[in-house]
């Protein structure tokens, strides 16, 4: 069970099962949000898809193909972070987080995209982590700006939202840059 107090407001757990209904009531809450950006909203009608979505979280973590966790501050559930399309060949990964809309604008997705980055380079021995984001998306592309990530251009039509082929902003770190940029942070 991966666990991990990033400091006295914000932890990453891994989500299971008990999470589902939480985690479900912070979705449909925000369904309005979230739809803006997030192309599985629609099909997340009830707390059954939740667990199946947790479900799906919980056997590619058992083969090693990523994690999901839920973030909590102060000991709320406030949203989700994850590392997937992980890739032991290339030893890569990429980052998706979303969180509920009134925890928005105190770091706490800076925090858990830091921890969740550290994570992958200094526990999984991963070479390189990649964010994208829809181009219009500002407060995310804020995070891998903030962080350091490196922008590489633009994945035109890349992402079907709702009906409409969206472009993403690709960002990437790789290891020994994320290290590097540790001895500042
Ligand atoms: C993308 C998303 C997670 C960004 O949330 P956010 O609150 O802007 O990001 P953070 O939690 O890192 O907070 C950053 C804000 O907190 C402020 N802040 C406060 N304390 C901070 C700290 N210790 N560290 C960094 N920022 C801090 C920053 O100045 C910034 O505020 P600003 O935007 O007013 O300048 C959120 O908007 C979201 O879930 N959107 C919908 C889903 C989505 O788009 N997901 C991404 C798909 S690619």
Request: aromatic share 6%.
């Given at each position: 069970m991966f666990k991990y107090k990033i400091d006295s407001e914000v932890e990453l757990k891994m989500l299971g099962m008990q999470e589902a209904e939480a985690l479900f009531r912070l979705t449909d809450a925000n369904r309005q949000y979230l739809r803006e950006w997030m192309p599985w909203i629609d099909e997340t009608k009830t707390s059954e898809d939740t667990r199946l979505f947790i479900e799906g979280t919980r056997k590619r973590w058992a083969k090693g193909l990523g994690i999901a966790t839920g973030i909590e501050y102060r000991g709320e559930l406030c949203g989700v972070i994850d590392l997937h399309g992980l890739s032991w060949t290339n030893r890569k990964t990429a980052v998706g987080y979303w969180l509920g809309a009134?925890?928005?604008?105190?770091g706490i997705m800076t925090r858990a995209c830091r921890a969740i980055v550290d994570y992958a380079v200094?526990?999984?021995?991963?070479?390189r982590i990649e964010i994208c984001a829809g181009i219009h998306n500002v407060r995310s592309r804020a995070i891998p700006e903030r962080l350091g990530f490196?922008?590489?251009?633009i994945a035109r039509g890349a992402q079907l939202l709702y009906g409409r082929y969206i472009d993403l902003a690709v960002y990437s770190v790789l290891a020994d840059e994320w290290s590097e940029s540790a001895r500042s942070r």
């Open positions: 009134s925890f928005q604008g105190n200094h526990e999984l021995k991963l070479h490196q922008l590489e251009g």
